[in-house]
T-cell receptor, first 114, second 111 residues
């Protein structure tokens, strides 16, 4: 158990809908990362937050947004969903901004868009 | 952006065998990490290794930054080593923290 929790584990929704994925980092970790893993695109880094502020942005679509709250949990919002958004979404956390920090991954949320 | 290529794409090993996985990247890097995804989907961060050599148990990694490649060694493989190994890099010309992943090497260790 990495100490990172993600909810829900599975999500099935329809095209055009909006969903919110939630991540609770390990106790004491200030950085949260979001990743997407799909058959087409492989693993992709989406976005990183540190202590409530956005710090790094990857291949995140404009239809997607994220935030990190004062209690350090993070949410990834996906809107106007398309079939191609079906993927496994991982959250990871680390203690600080140091590149050498180990990232600890949650079990992922599997999103299916029908 | 930086390109990352991993080889081989697939590897089948007998338990106890040694193996080497390779990650080539197209530009200088500030950050290089190796990850393992087990057959149940769980991701684990194995190494932070933008240069030099590190060891952790039966796994070790070496990055030769000047020649733009990194190697992950698995010694005395066990069935628990099965899964996909990913290399991810942050190029020096990319924005801070923006990782690019390779396609991975699928490893199957048979008893």
């Amino acid at each position: 158990d990495s100490g990172v929790t993600q909810t829900p584990k599975h999500l099935i929704t329809a095209t055009g809908q909006r969903v919110t994925l939630r991540c609770s980092p390990r106790s004491g970790d200030l950085s949260v990362y979001w990743y997407q893993q799909s058959l087409d695109q492989g693993l992709q880094f989406l976005i990183q937050y540190y202590n409530g502020e956005e710090r790094a942005k990857g291949n995140i679509l404009e239809r997607f947004s994220a935030q990190q709250f004062p209690d350090l949990h993070s949410e990834l919002n996906l809107s106007s969903l398309e079939l191609g958004d079906s993927a496994l979404y991982f959250c990871a956390s680390s203690p600080s901004l140091a590149r050498a920090d180990t990232q600890y991954f949650g079990p992922g949320t599997r999103l299916t868009v029908l | 952006g930086i390109q990352v290529e991993q080889s081989p794409p697939d590897l089948i090993l007998q338990e106890g065998a040694n193996s080497t996985l390779r990650c080539n990247f197209s530009d200088s890097v500030n950050n290089l990490q190796w990850f393992h995804q087990n057959p149940w989907g769980q991701l684990i961060n194995l190494f932070y290794i933008p240069s030099g050599t590190k060891q952790n148990g039966r796994l070790s990694a070496t990055t030769v930054a000047t020649e733009r490649y990194s190697l992950l060694y698995i010694s005395s493989s066990q069935t628990t080593d099965s899964g996909v190994y990913f290399c991810a890099v942050e190029g020096t010309t990319d924005s801070w923290g923006k990782f690019q992943f390779g396609a991975g090497t699928q490893v199957v260790v048979t008893p």
